[in-house]
């Protein structure tokens, strides 16, 4: 079985992202990082502690990763974000505070580590800013030739960005990041906004789970409900929230959830077009790429194993 790492700024939908890879019998969700995004990376790893521990998966470990991009001082939280996620990342639900604690082992630390042991079959999954792996990379530049597929929720090629005209949340958080992942030699897939746009969720599908009357199910159902809100509130055209990232542990799993183009991508580190993710002219000529970017989804068919895979999981 494939080995799946998860590097979240634990949000709603990255708490998605947990349930649907905890749901899916093809691959062993061996660690979750923690980033910043959302929320600051503590509370990131809080909420992963917690949302582990609703789901009765205590055996996972979480590890506390950096706190802000390499070219700022520190991080505070956009507005847009507590807006869309709460104060808390998780819909201002109260979830219990948890049991344990995050690991002793940083966050860089584990990626590297867990590189050297499963090579090929380890999946990167991240869907915040991609400092964490950048990081491992520049501290292990060999991960590039080890790690199997790095499936990362972020940036848009052909719509507009949802936080500037051109950058999406998580690129936009630290765009040199992006560009040294981008423009490494790693095996990479762009779920980006071209498609979590498209897979969306409504209070239809919560109130299923609802109907389940379990603990996970009621507080997903809670959790998720004040994300579609917060989304009919500021995207009303959408009719629905995006499954940005759950949409990225799918397509990590079964590439044939998505239409991909396979290019040499950068991003734009510069004002005015900074965190834009963009083909590199200078590899246009390169016969190789190295990232698959996913430009359009088979909607009914992920959407129908979302539920299905979920609903079985808050059912336990
Ligand atoms: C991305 O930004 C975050 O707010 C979400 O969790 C998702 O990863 C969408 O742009
Ligand atoms: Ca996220």
């Known amino acids: 079985r494939k080995k799946m790492i998860l590097d979240l700024d634990t949000g709603i939908d990255d708490a998605l992202a947990i349930a649907y890879a905890l749901a899916s019998e093809e691959v062993d969700l061996i660690g979750i990082t923690s980033t910043y995004g959302n929320v600051i990376t503590t509370a990131a790893g809080q909420n992963s502690l917690k949302i582990l521990e609703l789901l009765g998966r205590t055996d996972i470990p979480v590890y506390l990763g950096l706190s802000h991009s390499s070219t700022t001082d520190q991080f505070a939280v956009m507005q847009v974000s507590k807006d869309i996620h709460g104060v808390n990342g998780i819909g201002e639900v109260n979830l219990p505070q948890p049991q344990r604690t995050v690991e002793a082992t940083a966050a860089v630390d584990f990626i590297i580590a867990s590189a050297r042991q499963y090579g090929d079959d380890l999946i990167i999954v991240p869907t915040g800013p991609m400092t964490n ?10 991960l590039t030739a080890l790690v199997g597929n790095v499936t990362f929720m972020g940036g848009a090629l052909t719509v507009p960005g949802n936080v500037t005209e051109v950058g999406e949340a998580n690129i936009n958080q630290d765009p040199a990041a992006a560009d040294q992942v981008l423009r490494s030699q790693l095996s990479l897939t762009m779920v980006g906004l071209d498609v979590t746009l498209r897979t969306l969720l409504t ?42 990232d759950p949409l990225a542990v799918g397509v990590a799993l079964d590439p044939s959830l998505v239409q991909t183009i396979g290019l040499n991508m950068k991003v734009e580190t510069d004002a005015p077009f900074a965190a834009r993710t963009v083909g590199d002219v200078e590899r246009l000529n390169v016969p190789t790429t190295n990232v698959q970017v996913a430009v359009n989804v088979d909607v009914p068919t992920y959407l129908k194993r979302f539920m299905h895979r979920l609903t079985a999981l808050f059912a336990q």
């Open 203 to 244: 209070k239809q599908e919560t109130q299923l789970w609802r109907d389940l009357g379990t603990k996970s199910s009621i507080a997903f159902a809670d959790i998720v409900d004040y994300y579609i809100d917060a989304y009919a509130a500021l995207n009303p055209q959408l009719h629905g929230c995006a499954l940005h």
């Open 133 to 142: 792996l950048a990081a491992a990379l520049a501290q292990a530049p060999e």
